[in-house]
């Protein structure tokens, strides 16, 4: 939220507040105010004005955020202003929300009119610039893409550069455009945000092709090709690809001979996409096709986002995701307390003494003088215990557990950090913490938890955040005794060493190194592919681990979760959910099996799903979409694991011993480190070289979807497409000169229906095909047991390593197909 804010009058030095509110869409007032408040310490001169920043989540509750109120207070706590904002428009998760770092004068025209699939209306756009760029990676959530174009990056500070490459990592788009002024655009950026090196100018051509093959006006299978090239010439910046130590798989996606003209690469979770031209900049721009060019660009990036029906229900994920991972909240939950316990007894005991004992001792053993000195030493024994014990209980039963989810960057330097904590408190009071670093914190709203099983106050609890010296406080007012509050806080964070891994295939093995400099030792360190896991172990500070395990990719129970396969190898009963049975994990191993689990889905069900939101719901960009998930046979689906990052070859997960960010671990509680139990979690992508491998089997070469021509096709569950009429086209990247290497290609579509009762056997109704890079046209091919093996690999495989999978209904008169993630393998 910008929030202007000038002074005609002395100096002001206050607080900037902001809330939002909901309520019915028809009321122009406010009917339902957040307890929740965001803060910013104000300094205004005399006779100046200042534009403040802060950033607020919507308060979620029965009715949508309707706007916004902004108050300023002084030093003395005196409303001084207060001004209300409605929203104006509404962005629907459904629809696609673009971030522009560009020229005020650039024309995105052509990018705000694509019609998109599965999009309610046209693109919604967004200005930013070095002002209002947001700092942290959590606040760019908002947008799906961020075109970078004709832009000084130098403005940009380097916290705005971290903020930016982050949120690509965890799953964000950034289209860069090249051209003319590549210079003043790219030439500032990191290297690891670049997938190419740009080192000049040249002048493209009349006639020079603009579009990929396979776009969305180019040929699908049965239609002939449309024009795509230009009268003119075209100014475009000169490139290499970069090469990259990493799963960057950069694609060339067009080229004018050696030069890459469109590139589209991996950076962790996220796309970066090069472009040599600029749309905005003549002639592009008066081209009747610089339309057609953007939606290529976008389907290339993220064509599984416009498989998303915009006629599916959807649900907020709520913050950090927590309807996908409720089962962490359990863990941050207290353990038995004894102190209330203690205290009723010695209770008990009193009134004991005072009656029953006491009437005994005088009536029964006829001591009647004994009456009074047994009150007297009654009160003089328990109310020392009583009042030392509650004293103590005050103090130590102030918990704070918490679990940190450290995701860190493909480069292995930075990471994203999402805590969940728990704090309960024995006593009435105001609270404060103090969370060290920049951070976007806030309660967790009790629509989003399992009231039956926590010790939670009625009503959610009134809370304000502050920006504050060297970090974040909130305060809670008035909290009641005994009770428990979940909170949320995300943030960008420096790591104090490394993690660095040389993975290649050999020979069917996974050989190489793991290597360790973080400050701090890891525990239980496993690296996780598709269907398997490999167990490293303990990894010291300092420490490189030699790795050689066969690679399986392929499961006879492919329901079996990641998780289940650890857990169950440890010796435990899967899922391992020991909360659910009011049980507590005993030992370290059983900790992290519990958070595995929690991370699956395992032991939460969330009622907008109908159970796990991870099995039957399709989480994106912090919304879920309710598609309900049915398909044919359910013992049969193969989605990816909740546990893998999407679209590494490989991933490493671990706890570090000791906390592996600064901060993690240092919250404090008025003033004060309370006890409690803290986990930190990490999660990095890895990448596995296979460009001296022939034999690669199923799962290791990602398959991304880059082509929709249906009007009807869906995603229902991750990894899982409908389709009744037109085509999905489907792009897998191998390494480059693969044409040349490998002697075999396989092909495999899973066809869930013909395989609702056993094995598929033949397939009537899927019907493929491969784009022929030789001949130019789409080759129809038949499809056995769900797959297709050919040794012309020279047709179907480009020089740079691209093959295109076409999938159809050969008869949609009965019914929709329903289908899996194609996958490709090599011999």
């Known amino acids: 939220m910008f929030v202007g804010v000038s002074n005609g009058n002395s100096a002001f030095a206050g607080t900037l507040s902001v809330s939002t509110f909901s309520g019915p869409l028809h009321l122009t007032t406010i009917a339902i105010l957040s307890p929740w408040s965001f803060q910013q310490p104000v300094e205004i001169p005399k006779g100046a004005k200042k534009q403040y920043t802060i950033y607020a989540p919507y308060f979620l509750g029965n009715f949508s955020p309707t706007g916004v109120v902004a108050s300023l207070i002084d030093a003395r706590g005196k409303l001084v202003a207060t001004q209300t904002s409605t929203s104006s428009y509404e962005v629907k998760p459904d629809d696609l929300f673009i971030g522009l770092l560009a020229d005020v004068d650039a024309n995105f025209d052509p990018l705000r009119s694509v019609s998109l699939p599965n999009q309610s209306g046209s693109p919604t756009t967004s200005t930013l610039d070095a002002t209002t760029m947001p700092t942290q990676a959590s606040a760019l959530e908002n947008f799906d893409v961020i075109v970078l174009d004709d832009f000084n990056s130098s403005r940009l500070s380097h916290a705005q550069i971290a903020a930016l490459r982050t949120w690509v990592n965890q799953g964000g788009v950034l289209i860069e455009v090249g051209g003319q002024n590549w210079q003043r655009t790219l030439g500032t950026l990191p290297p690891e945000m670049l997938p190419v090196v ?20 180019i040929q699908t299978a049965g239609q002939s090709a449309l ?3 230009l009268k003119d010439p075209v100014v475009a910046s000169t490139a290499r690809l970069r090469q990259q130590n990493g799963f960057f798989n950069s694609e060339t996606l067009l080229s004018s001979g050696t030069t890459p003209l469109i590139v589209r690469s991996q ?6 996409c090069y472009l040599a031209f600029d749309p905005t900049s003549t002639p592009l721009l008066n081209w009747q096709n610089t339309g057609a060019l953007w939606k290529t660009v976008l389907l290339q990036a993220m064509g599984n986002t416009f498989m998303l029906s915009n006629a599916v229900p959807t649900s907020s994920s709520g913050p950090g995701q927590i309807l996908t991972r409720g089962g962490v909240i359990s863990m941050i939950a207290p353990a038995m307390l004894w102190g209330p316990w203690i205290l009723a007894f010695l209770l008990i005991s009193y009134l004991l003494i005072l009656g029953p004992v006491r009437y005994y001792i005088v009536r029964r053993l006829k001591r009647p003088r004994w009456g009074w000195p047994i009150i007297l030493s009654s009160i003089v024994v328990f109310s020392p215990l009583a009042y030392g014990l509650a004293f103590y209980q005050r103090g130590a039963a102030l918990t704070d557990n918490s679990v940190s989810l450290i995701q860190i960057d493909q480069g292995g330097l930075t990471a994203h950090v999402t805590t969940y904590m728990g704090i309960y408190v024995p006593g009435q009071g105001d609270y404060t913490l103090h969370i060290p670093g920049e951070s976007l914190a806030q309660p967790i709203d009790n629509q989003f938890l399992d009231n039956k099983s926590l010790v939670l106050a009625g009503d959610d609890l009134s809370a304000s955040v502050q920006a504050a010296v060297g970090g974040t406080d909130m305060k809670l007012p008035d909290l009641g005794p005994w009770t428990f509050h979940p909170l949320v806080f995300e943030q960008d964070r420096q790591l104090q060493g490394n993690l660095v891994s040389h993975l290649s295939l050999r020979s069917g093995h996974v050989v190489g190194t793991v290597s360790n400099t973080l400050n701090t030792s890891l525990s239980d360190v496993y690296i996780l592919l598709t269907h398997t896991f490999v167990s490293v172990g303990d990894l010291a500070s300092g420490e ?32 391992y959910v020991p909360y659910a049975h009011n049980d507590q994990p005993r030992t370290a191993f059983q900790s992290h099996m519990a958070l595995l689990s929690a991370l699956e889905g395992a032991g939460y069900s969330a009622s907008p799903c109908g159970g796990s939101c991870n099995t039957h719901a399709i989480t994106s960009r912090g919304m879920i979409y309710l598609t309900g998930g049915k398909v044919p046979n359910p013992n049969l689906v193969d989605m990816p694991d909740p546990l893998l990052v999407a679209g590494a070859p490989a991933t490493l997960i671990g706890w570090a011993n000791q906390p592996a960010v600064s901060g993690v671990d240092e919250v404090t509680i008025n003033g004060n480190h309370p006890s ?3 986990e930190n979690f990490l999660h990095m992508p890895l990448n596995i070289d296979i460009s001296g491998s022939g034999n690669i089997p199923p799962g290791i070469i990602g398959s991304h979807l880059v082509d929709i021509q249906s009007y009807d096709a869906q995603a229902i569950l991750p990894g899982i497409y409908t389709m009744n009429t037109g085509s999905l086209t489907f792009a897998f990247s191998m390494p480059t000169g693969s044409n040349q290497q490998v002697k075999g290609l396989t092909v495999t579509v899973p066809d869930l229906l013909a395989s609702a009762a056993g094995p598929s056997t033949n397939v009537s109704r899927l019907g493929a095909s491969l784009y022929n890079w030789q001949t130019g046209v789409w080759d129809s091919i038949p499809l056995q047991k769900n797959s297709f093996t050919t040794g012309n690999v020279g047709a179907y495989i480009d020089h740079s390593g691209r093959v295109l999978l076409q999938v159809s209904n050969q008869n949609s008169a009965m019914g929709k197909l329903f289908f899996g993630t194609p996958l490709v393998a090599t011999t």
Not at 206 to 215: E, F, K, N, Q, R
Not at 267 to 272: D, L, P, S, Y
């Open 198 to 217: 740009v080192n000049g100018t040249h002048v493209l051509p009349a006639g020079t092709h603009l579009l990929p093959t396979a776009g969305p006006v």
């Open 544 to 575: 490189t681990r030699q790795v050689d395990f066969p690679l399986h990719t392929t499961s006879s129970h492919p329901a079996t979760s990641l998780a289940d396969q650890i857990a169950a190898n440890g010796g435990l009963t899967t899922p």
């Open 267 to 272: 950076e962790g979770q996220g796309v970066i």
């Open 227 to 229: 024009s795509d090239t």
């Open 676 to 678: 409690g139990q803290h």
